[in-house]
């Protein structure tokens, strides 16, 4: 087996994020849930946007901003996404290939147009996300490069992307062919209504051994097992993933890897500015230890920090030297 | 006359702002003109695009950040500018709307798009900026609302709009509309290229009276005057317009009223983050406190305090609570 030419090759919604502040009161009036992801249509969404005060937009999608973490930390990274043939579609290809991440799906042309994601982002940091998934849910199989998943070392799945039927279908081509070609396969719960819709899909390829690395927070670990109780959830479900990794928010994370478990504390903020990407930026931390071969509790720490650096300012997407932060902190 | 509907309207360029890291190499290598504004065309705007990091997109053009320092003062405001009937006419749209401005101009079909600014921030906080006019440069004189203009207590207008020539014909006709009406004309003069180009004309229109109050920069007032001095620049502007207000950066501001002088020093800043629209929140708080009639130098310190928001964070639009930063500074 070749030395793989990306450490992760990830499969994700390309999404622009259109973010700005907003208040209890407005995610009430607008019947938000508060938190949460929610998918949206065309007309729900340009509802949405009257109703938003002045915004930025800063590219995003889940899968997308832990690459961009781990091309931060000088991973090798490549995406697989669909946006259109449009202004924001230019937007997001833009800023993923800037980040130094291959990124090579073509623009799908005409309607509908590229997904973006309204977040509202409460004075406490939480973001409220609103989804139009746009052209992002028509990514077809027939974008999935057998030789690109090879040449990873890890696959990496956004769950997100699972509930839209032709990317499902292009995630399970992509899960063949790391499989063939002996690579890890990762992938992230990203919100219990996913799990809600296709949890047994999940189950099966856990039972399978499909997925090495599973990525989940603890609503989506209780939301998969039936567990309420973490170590629950945990035991029941480290028989069937090599590493399983669960981020508890302000309580940090635990892993447990082949028997070893490991867990950090979450790491201090100066002010929580905005949340957004907090999930993904522990991935692309964790992973970047992970590829490494580090030790678990290393991965952890690598993961909360990256954390930590995402929710102190705007985006999804790490502002500051990751590195350099990850030096002064460990060493 | 009637009591005016609008404090100020402002007539500029329809802009959003593409914004990312620089370093000082990158502006060497890209030949870029530090801290100005260079016009480019489609193919340089494409050429910088792609050598530039992860960008941010935010609202921008010089009056439009203007009247949204006004608007979060509590001003009352209206725009015109030219979008185009596309993604980022449509961010423009939102935002400005979503900032309290009435903007009524239809978006203009087909080509060209929707202006952007291609900012490269050094390390400094400064910003080099390079525009692409798109449909901005073809706003029709037809788009000149006379009640519109007639309903406001102040016209502004901005300086880099008089380049195009569409527009330079709809800001000459919003001139005649305002002094018909009786209202005041202020005019910023943008950036000294402009002057080389177009000096002749203000000097005729400071000439005529056409123009009530006068914003520039210390490299803009040589320009205009030829005098290389500050006080003889000013000396020499005085007898033309009654209200003349010079932004001198991290030397603060000085004006003249009616043979009145005042001045400010520049308003302390933790760290400037980028210094992209410093000159159009000086003249937004500047301009809330003259049409309260408030004294001149209460005026520049209005203007001094909004200028040191809006660099001490991305993009020209302000974020804080401008009214209460000045209530908690001015009592």
Chains 1, 2 share one sequence.
């Not at 809600?196 to 099966?204: L, M, P, V, W």
């Not at 985006?315 to 060493?331: F, I, K, V």
Request: charged share 20%; net charge negative.
């Amino acid at each position: 087996m070749s030395q793989p030419a990306y450490d992760v090759i990830a499969i994700g919604n390309a999404i622009v994020d259109v973010m700005a502040p907003s208040s209890d009161d407005q995610i009430g009036q607008l019947a938000l849930v508060r938190g949460a992801m929610t998918l949206v249509d065309a007309d729900r969404a340009a509802t949405l946007y009257d109703a938003m005060g002045p915004a930025r937009e800063i590219s995003g999608g889940s899968a997308a901003n832990t690459l961009a973490g781990l091309a931060a930390l000088g991973g090798r990274c490549a995406f697989i996404g669909q946006v259109a043939d449009d202004q924001l579609g230019a937007v997001f290809a833009h800023d993923i290939r800037a980040a130094g991440i291959a990124f090579a799906t073509p623009p799908r042309p005409g309607e509908p147009p590229t997904a973006r994601c309204l977040i509202f982002v409460t004075p406490d940091g939480q973001r409220t996300m609103n989804t139009f998934l746009g052209a992002s849910q028509f990514l077809p199989a027939g974008a999935i490069d057998a030789d690109a998943i090879a040449a990873a070392s890890v696959l990496y799945l956004e769950g997100y992307l699972w509930d839209p039927e032709e990317p499902r279908a292009a995630m399970r081509r992509a899960i063949a062919a790391a499989r063939d070609a002996g690579r890890e396969v990762a992938f992230t719960l990203s919100d219990p209504f996913v799990i809600a819709r296709h949890g047994e899909d999940f189950r099966h390829l856990l039972r399978e051994g499909l997925i090495d690395i599973l990525f989940a927070n603890e609503a989506e670990l209780a939301a998969l097992t039936g567990a309420a109780e973490i170590d629950a959830g945990l035991a029941a479900l480290a028989p069937l993933v090599p590493v399983l990794v669960v981020a508890r928010s302000e309580k940090g994370a635990v892993a447990l890897r082949r028997g070893e478990r490991a867990a950090v504390a979450a790491e201090p903020v100066a002010a929580v500015v905005d949340t957004t990407g907090a999930g993904d930026l522990f991935a692309a931390g964790f992973l970047f230890g992970h590829v490494r071969g580090e030790p678990l509790a290393r991965c952890l720490e690598r993961g909360a920090i990256a954390a930590a650096e995402v929710i102190s300012h705007w985006g999804a997407r790490p502002e500051a030297d990751l590195n350099a932060l990850m030096t002064r902190r460990l060493g």
